[in-house]
């Protein structure tokens, strides 16, 4: 009678691939690799790995941890979407390479110790792979924060376990992505209420930014009107842009009670596919400008501002890294 292969649990899978992992990058000399990255940021005297080698390091971490072939591993995120409490569309996938590739040339224009934040915060903003981007973000985070091969053994195997999120920093962008949300609006013409942290002032008269009672039928179209169901503010201007600009925006207004809004139907009757097309790449350029304001918020800290006012997104984005594994201390552990 033929076997049949036993089931194995998420939990368990987990604590298999962290030993894997660990001993994975141990025998590749992983610890040896980041300590030459790190020793050629901003040394004229040495050579950094170019970053075709750094992004096939991450590459191959991220293979380990979801257990796929060798042969099969690859950037494979191609549509990703984080669900959860807060859920958001990634940048097109045709960019993702690009950003990271702009993270890894500006090491040499930021803070000593600040690629530890901000590599693994752009691995896991822009999500190259379909599962296990978070995971791979924390052992890059490890990797380049630990300050022996000990150190970076045992933190390691809590960054790669079950409870990784809560027992080792968390680089999770999505921190401060109110905050570059509102300076990406700002640089879109978007003004806000004085004396509020975020409240938008969206253009002439409009109360509601799309029509919530609208049904669209036609492929783009659906797709956009999936993207705005998650992106509101983003998938607005890029559709206001592209309308404003080509003299339709009369022509797909509704007047509803408290103002103006976006008919989606009247824009399906007058659009056609390659007007949405425009329109989606234009919402894409937005998800692209939000990562790569959140990398120049690392290169030029005072130049960007946290909703406060008061600190910089890269000290905030920091702090409250830290804060939240104060505050997970021991999550997970007897």
């Avoid at 040499?108 to 379909?130: C, Q, R, T, W």
């Avoid at 091969?149 to 376990?161: C, R, Y």
């Avoid at 509101?232 to 206001?240: D, E, H, P, W």
């Avoid at 949405?276 to 501002?305: A, C, T």
Wanted: aromatic share 10%; charged share 30%; hydrophobic share 35%.
């Amino acid at each position: 009678m033929e076997k049949q292969p036993v089931e194995i649990s998420e939990k368990d899978l987990r604590v298999q691939q962290s030993e894997k992992i660990v001993d994975f990058l141990s025998r590749i000399g992983a610890y040896e690799y980041i300590q030459k990255l790190k020793s050629g940021i901003g040394n004229d005297f040495l050579e950094k790995p170019s970053f075709e080698e750094f992004r096939d390091f991450l590459i191959r971490i991220n293979g380990i941890l979801r257990d796929i072939p060798i042969n099969k591993r690859d950037t494979d995120g191609k549509t990703v979407y984080m669900s959860g409490f807060d859920e958001a569309l990634m940048p097109k996938h045709d960019d993702k390479e690009g950003i990271l590739r702009e993270a890894y040339d500006s090491l040499d224009k930021i803070k000593l110790g600040d690629e530890s934040y901000l590599l693994p915060a752009v691995v896991n903003a822009v999500h190259m792979f379909a599962d296990g981007n978070g995971r791979t973000s924390r052992v890059l985070h490890t990797l380049l924060e630990s300050k022996s091969k000990e150190e970076f053994t045992e933190n390691l195997k809590l960054a790669v376990g079950e409870y990784g999120r809560h027992n080792v920093e968390n680089i999770n962008p999505g921190i401060v992505g109110t905050d570059i949300e509102k300076i990406v609006l700002m640089k879109h013409g978007i003004k806000f209420e004085e004396g509020e942290a975020f409240v938008p002032i969206f253009p002439e008269g409009f109360s509601l930014l799309f029509s919530s009672v609208d049904v669209v039928t036609t492929v783009k179209a659906k797709q956009f009107m999936d993207f705005r169901r998650i992106d509101q503010a983003y998938c607005f201007i890029a559709a206001y842009e592209f309308l404003k600009e080509k003299g339709l925006l009369d022509n797909v207004l509704l007047e509803i009670p408290s103002g103006k809004t976006l008919s989606p139907l009247k824009m399906e009757q007058l659009l056609t596919e390659t007007d949405w097309g425009e329109i989606i790449e234009r919402y894409y350029n937005l998800k692209k400008e939000h990562v790569e304001i959140l990398i120049d918020s690392f290169i030029d800290p005072d130049s960007y501002k946290s909703l406060d006012g008061e600190t910089n997104i890269r000290d905030s984005f920091i702090d409250e890294i830290k804060f939240e594994l104060a505050k997970n201390e021991g999550v997970g552990q007897d």
